[in-house]
């Protein structure tokens, strides 16, 4: 008898392919992008330098990194074709809706083979140029604010704040979000960046890849957290009621979002990082609410859960003291994971495999088959 694997469900331990990208200790609670540990990089260089890095595999020069900043700043506009789909959508519609049918419509609009849209490092850094552009121009349009001026002279970080608050962030604002697109940039094998590299790995092009990583992100369980985070903070109101509606909801088995981790078996290094910066933010900005609460509901789902923080835990309370609406953190999110979904496909393409895993069927084999006049339901 041949023997039947056993099933992984969720894919949980498999190790799928190889990688030089990117490296998380789950047990140490460390993670390293191209051998260089997310504290230093958190604590040292720019978003600019990590896409770099995730791209080429090594920190830029001087002359690199401001080469690089002018490119992202000079790819950074729309097609006209693009601006006018974006105005004809409904402004109800989801940022994250938005964002995944933007980029999918916007490789119709660039050359696939030696424009920006190519499946190459051209076309992982127009992507990342030009998403807080997508989301500036329906955010903008739906909250009436003036159209976007090109501001190529700005990081992303600064640009993604400028368009999205509509005002010049200070160095400190513009630096939280400088880390926080550090701290997002890359993850390994999430299930985003694995949907990305499976629709690579057809030989498919870098949008749509980047199209499947966008529609995958979206979800609670994955990017989706840290707008959830902020609804749980709404429902509590005050540190008071925390402990009441916390218990609640594990009694309900409710999830809490932004905590529990596949990898981590430890605090998630990106949310010590965020933690830092949510009480740095709140300190500057008077307001320390956020933080206080969220302190407090570290406390109480550790007690009775035993479980850890990850990096959608305090993002939200970030964003938030920034100006951002609640639904742009998610998309916030794609804006610095392009660059990790981007340098993952081209690793792929690097070393391709076709992902094809199997199922193991647990249906019917062998029913006759009735024509249609003979079936009763
Ligand atoms: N709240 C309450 N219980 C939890 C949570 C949570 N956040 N996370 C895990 N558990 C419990 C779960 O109910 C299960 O308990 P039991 O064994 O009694 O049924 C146990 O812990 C194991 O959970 P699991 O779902 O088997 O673990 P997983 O490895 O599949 O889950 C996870 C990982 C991130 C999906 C999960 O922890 C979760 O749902 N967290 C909340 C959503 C969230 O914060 N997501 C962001 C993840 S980090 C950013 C990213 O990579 O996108």
Redesign the pocket.
Known sequence: MVAVPAVSR?L?DVVALESRICFIDGVRGRLIYQGYDIRDLAAHSSFEEVAYLLWYGRLPTAPQLAELRGRLGALRALPPELVRQIDSMPVGSTPMDVLRTSVSALAMFEPSETGPGASSIGGAQRLTAVIPTILATFHRRRAGLPPLRERPDLSPAAYLLYALVDREPTELEARAMDVALILHAD?EL???TFAARVTASTLSDLYSAVTSAIGT?KG???????E??MELLAAIGTPELAETVVKER?AK???????????YKVE?PRATILREWSKKIGEAKGNLRYYELLRKVEEI?HRE?G?YP????YSGSVYSLLGISHDLFTPI?AASRVSGWTAHVLEEYQDLRLIRPTARYIGATDLAYLPLAQRTG
């Open positions: 969720g949980e993850h999430n299930a985003s992100l609670p369980l994955h990017g989706g957290a840290n959830r985070v594990l088995h409710e999830r809490i979002m932004g905590f529990g981790h596949r990898v998630d789902v859960k479980l990850n990096v959608d835990l999110f």
